[in-house]
Antibody, heavy 120, light 110 residues
Framework: EVQLVQSGAEVKKPGESLKISCVGS??????????IGWVRQMPGKGLEWMGI????????RYNPSFEGQVTISADKSIKTAYLQWSSLRASDSAIYYC???????????WGQGTLVTVSS | QSVVTQPPSASGTPGQRVTISCSGS????????VNWYQQLPGTAPKLIIH???KRASGVPDRFSGFKSGTSASLAISGLQSEDEADYYC???????????FGGGTKLTVL
């Protein structure tokens, strides 16, 4: 069974930087070969796709709404994908999920979510 | 504003059948498969329908998915109080080169 395990909740101040992670594991799961995407859910709001990365060659695509606001990266040697901010804002407070893209271009596994709270 | 449109709310009484629509375009639903997710308050989204009409493991057969052209729908028959949740559709968008979610539908069981 494929598992995506995300890093724990974070509380940060505006202007601080942050990098959250998503570790992939599972029998027969070659981390390099599956795209990993990130999704944001702001409090009381819907789900928004932020971007996606192919760990095999770090090919990355961003939702134009998020381009320049976040950086998505991956380290295939440790089967980990990252989502990072250089300068957080209060409006970045949300739950962030990582997802693996499987058959039919659809997600076939979700991480448990990482709650990010940005407050002064 | 979502590229894929869902009604913001839906409701029904116990035992009724309700349908939630998901309207997109050629670049997403028209060209690719659709998943449906159920999200209970304070929990992560749970897959209920994948690849248009296949129930996920453990999902009761009261839930069914349909897709035609650039639209998809989720039907819930024999509505139960435990079905009260937010429901989201999702598809890959070939123009965006990423996933698009419907805006979500809050289902209330009266």
């Amino acid at each position: 069974e494929v598992q995506l395990v995300q890093s724990g909740a974070e509380v940060k101040k505006p202007g601080e930087s942050l990098k959250i992670s998503c570790v992939g594991s599972g029998t027969g799961y070659t981390f390099d070969n599956y795209w990993i995407g990130w999704v944001r859910q702001m409090p009381g709001k819907g789900l928004e796709w932020m971007g996606i990365i192919y760990p095999g060659d770090s090919d990355t695509r961003y939702n134009p709404s998020f381009e320049g606001q976040v950086t998505i990266s991956a380290d295939k040697s440790i089967k980990t994908a990252y989502l990072q901010w250089s300068s957080l804002r209060a409006s970045d407070s949300a739950i962030y999920y990582c997802l693996r893209r499987g058959w039919e271009l659809l997600p076939d596994s979700w991480g448990q979510g990482t709650l990010v709270t940005v407050s002064s | 504003q979502s590229v894929v449109t869902q009604p913001p709310s839906a409701s029904g009484t116990p035992g009724q059948r309700v349908t939630i629509s998901c309207s997109g375009s050629y670049s997403n639903i028209g060209s690719n498969s659709v998943n449906w997710y159920q999200q209970l308050p304070g929990t992560a989204p749970k897959l209920i329908i994948h690849i248009n009409n296949k129930r996920a493991s453990g999902v009761p057969d009261r839930f069914s998915g349909f897709k035609s052209g650039t639209s998809a729908s989720l039907a819930i028959s024999g509505l139960q109080s435990e079905d009260e949740a937010d429901y989201y559709c999702l598809a890959w968008d070939d123009s965006l080169n990423g996933w698009v979610f419907g805006g979500g539908t809050k289902l209330t069981v009266l």
